[in-house]
């Protein structure tokens, strides 16, 4: 984010409110946009398309792969002349009997926007397509790997898995994509990526802060309430054990979140997104199992 006074031809402000969270231990409390929000005419979210792709889809793909890769892209900045539209007001000095409110705007892409994933998606899409003739197979399998900035993939055997991952980040990087935070069911490829990979950190961030900076539009709309134990990791929402290679579902997740939160509407969604979630695996089991069986094996 920065601050910015510049006059610009679309100007829009968007509006906040504190959310409480208790399922932090530090970071109590969450500021939350509205692009919904409206005073006369259409608000933002009624502006441009809206991202409609097939999870599921994405999901069986992933699921035929012997040996699984997933990453993300880490926050794409926003073009200059779009960041106007993403303005916001904050105030100078919390603990001044008048504080000064002052002007800053997103630099980044902004989740709570619904054209936000579609924008994204097709911004990478666009990218990868530049390349379809020199490295066909290559743009062909990332295009099906892609929700909005995650990606699901993987191969038959760790060596062209690891191949992969050099590829697609060597690809993504020529369009100033960082493709990165690799999780593998394979140890063994899990290794050969960890050794390339330096982690990063925003300096003066705690963990917790930087945990938020490094959302994707996938961990902040898909599960945002389901713990994750050790040895798991989230794929499109999805508890998933690496060690097992197994996507994993309780109703301990739904069970301790109605117990916990207050009955708003926030906390019925989220529960409703776990009992989807939940909705989803089952779909795995009882229509899918077999036929990945097969091709895996």
């Excluded at 231990?25 to 969450?30: E, G, I, P, S, V």
């Excluded at 993987?154 to 369009?175: F, R, T, V």
């Excluded at 989230?234 to 054990?241: P, S």
Aim: aromatic content about 8%; overall charge neutral.
């Amino acid at each position: 984010m920065d601050s910015s006074e510049e006059q610009a031809e679309r100007v829009h402000f968007l509006p906040h409110q504190a959310v409480i969270r208790r399922d932090k231990d530090t970071t109590k409390l969450r500021i939350v946009f509205d692009a919904s929000a409206k005073s006369t005419g259409l608000s933002l979210n009624d502006c441009g398309p809206k991202f409609d792709q097939k999870i599921l889809d994405l999901l069986l793909r992933f699921r035929v792969h012997r040996v699984a890769l997933t990453g993300d892209i880490e926050k794409v900045s926003m073009a200059k002349g779009d960041q106007d539209v993403l303005r916001f007001l904050w105030v100078d000095d919390i603990n001044k009997e008048q504080p000064e409110p002052l002007t800053f705007r997103f630099t980044r892409v902004v989740f709570g926007v619904s054209s936000s994933p579609f924008l994204l998606n097709a911004t990478i899409r666009h990218h990868l397509e530049k390349y379809s003739s020199k490295h066909p197979d290559l743009v062909a399998k990332l295009l099906k790997s892609f929700y909005v900035d995650d990606l699901v993939t993987g191969a038959s055997d760790e060596d062209q898995a690891y191949a992969l991952h050099q590829a697609s980040k060597q690809l993504l990087k020529e369009g100033g994509f960082n493709l990165r935070k690799f999780c593998s069911n394979s140890a063994l490829l899990q290794m050969r990526v960890d050794t390339e990979e330096v982690p990063t950190k925003p300096v003066g961030l705690s963990t917790e802060h930087t945990e938020e900076a490094e959302e994707t539009y996938v961990s902040s709309t898909l599960g945002p309430g389901q713990k994750v134990h050790s040895g798991e990791r989230k794929v499109l929402g999805i508890r998933w054990d690496i060690t097992t290679d197994q996507f994993v579902m309780t109703l301990e997740d739904i069970a301790s979140a109605a117990a916990e939160l207050e009955p708003t509407k926030r906390a019925i969604v989220t529960d409703s997104m776990i009992l989807w979630a939940f909705y989803r695996r089952s779909l795995f089991t009882s229509r899918s199992f077999f036929k990945i069986f097969v091709r895996q094996n």
